[in-house]
């Protein structure tokens, strides 16, 4: 009968599976990994808040494919959020952690990585709904969007508590892994491959939905008015989604590769080795987003720009703080009616 450990802190299970934590972080090095993490957490929730913010208060944004947009923002914003956690709660202070509070702490982190894979899929949807109808924005109603919304994060908060709900290793200590010493190899395995399979799907649909909206704009071309950069609007902003996309794929592939190597229970390979700077570089990912919006959404950075300006206005006199609003170029809006209409004749 197996004897299950639940009374236990992570100490025990750390040296149960041979996994080895940064007991010398402590002095200048605690300070200096504490000072760069608060640095880069700060600009993490500074970026997708002013993602969010734009969003909110551009109504040129007030589109099914942008509000998807902003909780793609929110998911990396929480993930900013687990990644203070995480700070606080790694080192030498994983080991008296407690097997509730390492589940919060891993469970964070997963949530995140759900909630992102979660919102590209639902932004795949509504490309693929608005690229059937060859129109800029899909039809989807502000409540489907919600619905959309609110699945997308109950999804990847049970995904996230599956561990916690009892596939684990805390009732069998030989299948405990060694990067994540109370869970299951078997499990590793499950989230790794499930993941990595999704992103595959992901790129090959998204290379399909573009090769398709090319060869569209391509033959309706001859037959439309207007401005080619009117006409390239919908493939503008499937660029933007296939950016964001690739980018979240080279971020958290190598660190989903070693998690499926340690479930693999692979010996000779030296994980621990490689683990935090693959953490790093899925924290790089939730800060590289909003750079991609702006500087591939012309619209987005206008509104970035009138943000800021309105911030230092607000500081320096009411009277200009209550005339200055956010009113970016007309390009997207214009473009949008435009190609809608052209495509109708």
């Known amino acids: 009968m197996n004897v299950c450990h639940y009374e236990k802190k992570m100490e025990f299970f750390y040296n149960h599976s041979n996994s080895k934590t940064e007991d010398d972080w402590s002095g200048a090095r605690l300070i200096i990994i504490l000072v760069f993490g608060s640095i880069f957490c700060f600009f993490i929730f500074l970026s997708n808040a002013m993602v969010i913010a734009a969003v909110i208060t551009n109504k040129r944004f007030h589109f099914p494919f942008y509000y998807l947009l902003a909780n793609l923002a929110a998911s990396d914003f929480f993930a900013g959020i687990a990644y203070v956690y995480l700070m606080f709660n790694t080192g030498p202070v994983s080991k008296t952690l407690t097997v509730h509070r390492w589940f919060l702490r891993q469970g964070l982190l997963d949530t995140s990585l759900s909630a992102s894979l979660a919102n590209l899929l639902v932004i795949a949807l509504e490309r693929y709904i608005s690229v059937m109808k060859m129109t800029v924005h899909s039809d989807l109603t502000?409540?489907?969007?919600?619905?959309?919304?609110?699945?997308?994060?109950?999804?990847?908060?049970?995904?996230?508590?599956?561990?916690?709900?009892?596939?684990?290793?805390?009732c069998s200590l030989d299948d405990c892994s060694i990067l994540a010493p109370i869970y299951s190899r078997s499990y590793l395995v499950f989230w790794s491959v499930s993941n990595l399979l999704v992103f595959f799907?992901?790129?090959?649909?998204?290379?399909?939905?573009?090769?398709?909206?090319?060869?569209?704009i391509i033959v309706l071309s001859p037959h439309t008015k207007g401005s080619i950069s009117r006409k390239r609007t919908p493939i503008k902003l499937i660029k933007t989604v296939m950016t964001v996309l690739g980018v979240f794929v080279i971020c958290w592939t190598p660190g989903l590769v070693v998690l499926l190597l340690d479930g693999l229970h692979c010996s000779s390979c030296r994980l621990l080795d490689v683990k935090q700077w693959f953490l790093q570089l899925a924290m790089l990912n939730s800060i590289i987003n909003p750079i991609i919006y702006s500087y591939k959404d012309q619209e987005m950075r206008n509104t970035f720009r009138n943000m800021i300006s309105c911030g230092?206005?607000?500081?320096?006199?009411?009277?200009?703080?209550?005339?200055?609003?956010?009113?970016?170029?007309?390009s997207t809006e214009e473009s949008c009616i435009s190609f809608h209409k052209e495509v109708k004749a």
């Open 142 to 170: 502000k409540r489907r969007v919600t619905v959309l919304i609110i699945m997308v994060w109950a999804v990847s908060i049970f995904m996230a508590a599956v561990p916690s709900l009892g596939w684990n290793c805390i």
């Open 201 to 216: 799907i992901m790129v090959v649909a998204y290379m399909r939905i573009y090769m398709y909206v090319k060869k569209k």
């Open 312 to 330: 230092r206005n607000r500081g320096r006199t009411n009277s200009t703080a209550l005339s200055c609003s956010i009113e970016p170029n007309r």
